[in-house]
């Protein structure tokens, strides 16, 4: 049975999704049971709060536009879900988008679901609201993760079962929170894949992992080019080959003497790598001649 807002708009309560994720049914988050109409109100919009809980940073404004104009048009046609907070006021459980397009319409109410939730149902309906739509970026879901362990003692285990992912899904999210903060923006706006940070993030210095960034999104590397880029930071230099010099032995000390003696200059044996150059100096041009003659 549908209902009508007091605006004409026109609101039918089994178009709510009967599931949120594999592992997180509506029954999980909302134990009161299902919607009803008489949980259905038209409520100002100026007495609705953001979910204090919501994921989201970054709302798509085009996106927002567009809905705005089809709730112009044809008005909200799913509502939004909420419960009451003590001041009197209703707090979103979901829904955000369409409220914040009602507002932009110039609506001074908009259809709503009162529902009794706790504040990790709260949470965990806003998450999993936005990722069915796969709204939120890499960032947004590593912090979301965050939050449910920080303040509610979730484990990555759990809110793996929640999501309806694995669990080293939720850790690889959780390890992006490790790059340097400079380099989340480019993750949250997908100038770094997920792949790119699992391949700088095996890089230890932060130095590193900033540097072969830039490089990624300056030569616009793949996955792979990055993680071979990685093998070639993290292969150690190759020392510089040191030959130890090795001692002359007695007898080229007699043929240096010997040479010095008969040639009438100065002779010396110059080791070079595993061999010997022998160098004969010569400053005049008259020893130069003297030279060639004992040579010839």
Request: glycine share 6%; hydrophobic share 40%.
């Amino acid at each position: 049975m549908k209902a009508k807002s007091a605006k004409g708009l026109v609101t039918d309560p089994s178009m709510k999704r009967n599931a949120l994720g594999k592992g997180l049914g509506l029954a999980a988050l909302v134990p009161t049971g299902a919607v009803s109409e008489k949980g259905l109100i038209d409520l100002d919009l100026e007495k609705v709060i953001p979910n204090r809980y919501q994921p989201r940073e970054v709302f798509d404004k085009e996106a927002i536009e567009k809905l705005t104009e089809s709730i112009t048009e044809h008005g909200v046609i799913q509502p939004i879900m909420v419960r009451k907070a003590p001041d009197g006021r209703y707090e979103l459980i979901s829904g955000e988008r369409r409220f914040r397009a009602a507002k932009q319409a110039g609506l001074s109410k908009i259809p709503a679901i009162v529902k009794e939730i706790e504040d990790q149902g709260l949470m965990e309906w806003a998450v999993i609201e936005n990722l069915q739509r796969e709204d939120l970026n890499p960032l947004e879901k590593a912090k979301a993760y965050e939050k449910l362990i920080a303040e509610f003692s979730l484990t990555q285990a759990d809110i793996a079962k929640r999501m309806g992912i694995d669990r080293s899904s939720v850790a690889n999210f959780l390890r992006l929170l490790s790059l340097p903060t400079e380099l989340w923006e480019d993750v949250a706006q997908g100038r770094l894949s997920m792949g790119h940070a699992k391949a700088l993030l095996s890089l230890e210095a932060k130095a590193d992992r900033i540097a072969l960034a830039e490089t990624i999104k300056a030569q616009e590397l793949t996955v792979r080019q990055a993680e071979r880029a990685v093998q070639r930071m993290k292969a150690p230099a190759e020392p510089k080959k040191r030959h130890t010099p090795l001692a002359l032995n007695q007898k080229l000390i007699e043929v240096e003497n010997h040479l010095r003696e008969s040639l009438g200059t100065r002779v010396k044996f110059v080791q070079k790598g595993k061999a010997y150059e022998m160098r004969i100096t010569i400053h005049r041009q008259d020893e130069l001649d003297t030279l060639i003659k004992k040579l010839s």
